[in-house]
């Protein structure tokens, strides 16, 4: 048992890893012109992306954790980090245009 809520925690830490990486990127090219912006945000989302999926691998490799529990927990706060992502790049783009 103790190794589900180990494998469950190790999720939901990159998960939360992630989103935390992703508002950090986004918050500092919001000063940028729009080309430049979307290619940061869309460019960090892949490498994003692709770094979530191989520390996911290592995990379930490497480290021998729970699959189904390690993945129910990134999945579990991947969701929530993408709600306050899309959340903050709206509230700032309404303080950009209404002041």
């Known amino acids: 048992m103790e190794d589900l809520w180990i494998s ?52 379930i490799r490497v480290f021998n954790l729970h699959t189904t529990a390690l993945l129910g927990g990134f999945g579990g706060v991947f969701i929530l980090g993408l709600i306050l992502e899309i959340w903050s790049w709206h509230r700032t783009a309404l303080q950009r245009t209404h002041g």
């Open 8 to 59: 469950l925690m190790a999720g939901a830490g990159l998960a939360g890893g992630y989103a935390g990486v992703g508002l950090w990127g986004v918050r500092r090219a919001w000063r940028w012109p729009l080309a430049r912006f979307t290619r940061w945000v869309l460019g960090g989302m892949l490498v994003r992306m692709i770094g979530a999926l191989l520390l996911l691998a290592v995990c």
